[in-house]
């Protein structure tokens, strides 16, 4: 069993920056791929960015030039670096961690608040 830790959630007014970051109890090579997700008031979990073993990123539109995924094996922790943040990135992020045989895991949630 994987278990996630995310931190460095807060409050930031618009356009500011934030980082976030999660922390795996297995070595993230170890895994197939690990990802950040957040869900707004209301709404469905959406995916926001993820990082293949290999080191592909995949970003979803809306968060494209703004929000970078990084990793750092030595630490089993994945970033999530958000600059020129809006409101409607307001949401709880989850880390996610994908295994090789394919089960799911998730961390407990950070909030992120953006205020206009």
């Known amino acids: 069993q994987v278990q996630l830790v995310e931190s460095g959630g807060g409050l930031v007014q618009a356009g500011g920056s934030l980082s976030l970051s999660c922390a795996a109890s297995?070595?993230?090579?170890?895994?197939?791929?690990m990802g950040w997700y957040r869900q707004a008031p209301g709404k469905q979990r959406e995916l926001v960015a993820t990082?293949?073993?290999?080191?592909?990123?995949n970003y979803a539109d809306s968060v494209k030039g703004r929000f970078t995924i990084s990793r750092d094996g030595a630490k089993n922790t994945v970033y999530l670096q958000m600059s020129s943040l809006r409101p409607e990135d307001t949401g709880v992020y989850f880390c996610?961690?994908?295994?090789?045989?394919?089960?799911?895991?998730w961390g407990q949630g950070t909030q992120v608040t953006v205020s206009s």
């Open positions: 996610n961690a994908i295994t090789l045989r394919r089960r799911d895991y």
């Open positions: 297995d070595s993230i090579f170890s895994l197939n791929a």
């Open positions: 990082i293949s073993r290999g080191g592909i990123t």
